[in-house]
């Protein structure tokens, strides 16, 4: 009889043998003071871990595997490691949980195992955290020595690209960024975090200050979108002759000149709604003194010539030129038939002209502004003002003589005019103003008179002086 007892307990000691065996974690003793990998290669008869591109298979997947510790210890320990407080959890766990497993350099040590089931990458933990804490550091000095050469570079040269050593300190921080996860989790003294904290910084910074395409393209960007449209076109003309076929540029130029046509239609629509330059489309309302013939000398004429006035009324219009300088335009008077007087005895003077009639002609008239000791005068132009004007028309009514002559009368009329502060109003000014005429036909009949009267004028058709209209041109350019 088969001892069923004894049959039982080979059968438990064959049964552990075999689970032994197929532990592929056997290859090694004390699994725990190491980090490895297992690929099952069991069918794969063509699997040889002497080549180099199997190797760096494996070693990439033991490279995944320690980031990957790395990531979940380091996530233990966030709640209360710090450096400097300039780490959130978050921004702790992100800085590795991205960073390049490439970058991390080590020699592992490569098997096959439980009877060529699987194939083993492994290194011993405490020679690797010591390899990675010796490169961490020393790649940090190195990156310092290297930043200290750029930034003398940079000091004797602002305007050198740094095309190349920006692209290395990148590759470098990289690596950097791949390490740091792991000098967390090993617990490594502050000192170190911090010289990576601060040399990280200082890279940043500089690649941030450099004279690059990035970095102009970027300030060209942040210029636009504070409106110092000066500066961006002043920096975007710059690149553009440095760089003549760089694509980049071309789509930043076109935004630029989109947002300066928009500033610079509100910017004109602004300065006039505030401008002091404008046109004149006056009313007036003065009296002539009596005609006086030009051919006579009587000096009784000339004692009573502002005893007696006549009415009229005058519109016109007045085109001023940006500066508020000089004037131009035309007007209308009407002259009305009839005379006053302030005196109670009668005279013997006698209105040359039967009926109202009107005179019709050109004006040309030239400002000389009270506040001349300003250099911007031409922006204070609602102040009161001195202008000297030349009226130069004819009266347009058919003019017959006592003896059947028809006549045609010319004037010319020099004169001035004051402009008072209207300064407050945004519609309108008034002024009075003083013109002596000399009326001459063609026939004896020639007079002279002077007029005085009172003028509203209103402002129409604002417009941007010359010095707001350059400084406007100068600071709205746009790129062809």
């Given at each position: ?66 980031v990957s510790k790395i990531q979940v210890q380091s996530t233990v320990n966030q ?212 005609f006086e013939d030009s051919n006579t000398s009587d000096s009784n004429s000339q ?123 945004k519609s309108q000014r008034s002024s009075i103003y003083f013109r002596y005429s ?43």
């Amino acid at each position: 009889m088969i001892n069923i007892n004894r049959l039982f307990s080979f059968y438990l000691l064959f049964l552990s043998f075999s689970l032994f065996a197929q532990d592929p974690t056997s290859c090694i003793e004390n699994p725990d003071d190491y980090y490895f990998s297992l690929r099952n290669i069991s069918g794969d008869n063509n699997f040889d871990i002497s080549d180099e591109e199997t190797k760096l298979d494996l070693k990439e997947a033991l490279t995944n595997q320690i980031v990957s510790k790395i990531q979940v210890q380091s996530t233990v320990n966030q709640t209360f490691k710090r450096v400097n407080n300039e780490f959130s959890e978050t921004e702790v766990y992100n800085s590795f949980a991205v960073s390049n497993s490439d970058a991390i350099i080590f020699n592992p040590t490569y098997r096959i195992c439980s009877n060529g089931e699987y194939a083993m990458v492994y290194i011993e933990k405490s020679y690797f955290n010591n390899l990675a804490i010796n490169y961490f550091r020393n790649l940090i000095r190195r990156l310092e020595s290297i930043l200290d050469i750029y930034n003398e570079r940079y000091a004797t040269n602002p305007n050198y690209e740094f095309k190349t050593e920006t692209a290395e300190l990148s590759r470098v921080i990289s690596t950097l960024d791949s390490y740091y996860g792991l000098m967390i989790s090993l617990n490594v003294e502050e000192s170190l975090l911090d010289s990576y904290v601060e040399v990280d910084r200082e890279v940043k910074t500089f690649i941030n200050s450099i004279n690059s395409l990035e970095n102009n393209l970027i300030k060209a960007e942040s210029l636009i979108s504070d409106n110092d449209f000066v500066k961006a076109y002043d920096l975007l003309t710059n690149l553009k002759i440095r760089y003549p076929r760089e694509n980049k540029i071309k789509p930043l130029i076109k935004n630029y000149n989109d947002f300066v046509r928009i500033a610079k239609k509100n910017e004109i629509r602004s300065l006039k709604t505030i401008s002091s330059s404008n046109n004149y489309f006056s009313l007036s309302l003065g009296v002539n003194s009596e005609f006086e013939d030009s051919n006579t000398s009587d000096s009784n004429s000339q004692n009573s010539e502002f005893n007696r006035f006549h009415p009229n009324l005058q519109a016109s219009f007045i085109r001023n030129n940006r500066n508020k300088t000089l004037g131009w335009g035309i007007y209308s008077k009407y002259h009305i038939a009839s005379t006053q007087t302030f005196e109670e005895n009668e005279s013997n003077y006698v209105y040359p002209f039967s009926e109202d009639f009107i005179e019709a002609g050109v004006i040309i008239q030239l400002y000389l502004f009270s506040n001349v000791t300003n250099p911007d005068y031409y922006l204070d132009q609602d102040y009161s003002a001195f202008a000297v004007s030349l009226h130069a028309g004819r009266y347009l009514n058919n003019f017959i003589s006592s003896f059947g002559e028809e006549l045609n009368f010319t004037s010319i009329s020099p004169g001035f005019e004051w402009y008072f502060n209207n300064k407050s109003s945004k519609s309108q000014r008034s002024s009075i103003y003083f013109r002596y005429s000399i009326i001459s036909s063609n026939s004896v009949y020639n007079y002279k008179t002077a007029s005085l009267g009172f003028t509203f004028n209103i402002k129409s058709g604002r417009k941007l002086t010359e010095k707001q209209k350059e400084d406007v041109q100068n600071r709205f350019k746009t790129i062809n």
